[in-house]
């Protein structure tokens, strides 16, 4: 065997170089273990290194009198979050992500099934491009925009007025839960700007699913004698499920966790990614910020598992 191996390799044996190239060969398994390992590493010990440490010291305790953090472990935050301001401020949080949830997919999906099925060639890039140019825009710079289109005699108010419907508009302010002067202080001002910043995040993943979409079922339909409603509600609709649950988890989350929206649009008032960011920055309050950080992680946890069932994991 050394002799043909000889022969094989120009009559030397095979050095340290070949001889790791034909160990990995023969175990893929451990070749892929070594191409993961890095990127694993990174992601283990920074992403959630750094996570469990921050959660961590939600378990320290804060002296409101000193201003100090120290190392004493307490539960005292985490029961803080039962409080009924720090619960309101979740609720408030929740009810918002699930209507933009909503919102987004009403309104995504007629532009997402125009894009599917009845664009092609250039005309599909125009509109890849017109859903996708909001977002090379500045975050901030669009949220401080909206301020201008909602302020009272603004672009928004302007228009409304000279369609008749500015009467509309101010029952709607006046309703409790959407409570405001005017649409820059109304939560229903920041309802549109989370929509509108929101929503390429849900035609995208709408529009993949229904590209996936056999024409061949519309038409088996159709010869069935099923009409249009029948055809969306038992054959597109349960096809683009997953699509809309794929595109549900950007929006929920997004909503979940931004600060900046609430700061600049709507009435006074905290939201989670807000209280996270006036207790760690404005009060120094890091533990309490840590444990309101805890508050996203397992909405969003719970909602994962929701929409897995709907296979939403199979649409990213």
Do not use: C
């Amino acid at each position: 065997m050394n002799l043909a191996l000889e022969h094989r390799t120009g009559g030397t044996a095979p050095g340290p170089r070949r001889r790791l190239a034909n160990l990995l060969y023969r175990r893929p398994g451990l070749y892929l273990a070594l191409l993961l390992l890095p990127p694993l590493a990174w992601f283990g010990a920074v992403y959630l290194g750094s996570l469990a440490n921050l959660l961590w010291q939600g378990l320290y305790t804060f002296d409101d009198f000193s201003m100090a953090v120290t190392p004493e472990l307490t539960l005292a935050n985490l029961v803080a979050l039962f409080n009924a301001a720090n619960l309101d401020i979740i609720l408030r949080t929740l009810a918002m992500a699930v209507a933009v949830s909503i919102a987004s997919a009403l309104l995504a999906f007629p532009i997402a099934w125009y894009m599917a099925r009845y664009t092609r060639g250039r005309m599909k890039a125009f509109f890849y491009i017109a859903v996708m140019l909001p977002m090379w825009a500045s975050y901030i710079v669009k949220a401080y925009s909206w301020t201008l289109l909602l302020a009272k005699g603004g672009v928004l108010q302007w228009f409304l007025a000279h369609l008749g419907l500015e009467p509309a508009l101010l029952w709607l302010l006046g309703l409790p839960w959407l409570g405001g002067s005017t649409l820059s202080t109304s939560h229903l001002g920041r309802f549109l700007v989370f929509v509108y910043i929101w929503l390429p995040f849900m035609i995208l993943p709408i529009q993949a699913a229904l590209e996936r979409l056999p024409p061949s079922l519309l038409q088996a339909s159709a010869d069935l004698g099923a009409t249009p409603r029948q055809t969306f509600v038992h054959v597109v609709l349960p096809l683009a499920v997953p699509g809309i649950a794929a595109g549900s988890i950007f929006t929920f989350s997004l909503t979940l966790g931004d600060f900046i929206v609430p700061q600049l649009v709507g009435p006074p008032g905290y939201f989670i990614g807000s209280m996270v960011y006036a207790q760690q920055g404005a009060i120094g309050n890091l533990p309490m910020a840590a444990a309101f950080t805890l508050v996203p992680i397992v909405l969003i946890a719970a909602y994962l598992a929701i929409v897995k069932r709907l296979g939403a994991f199979d649409a990213l």
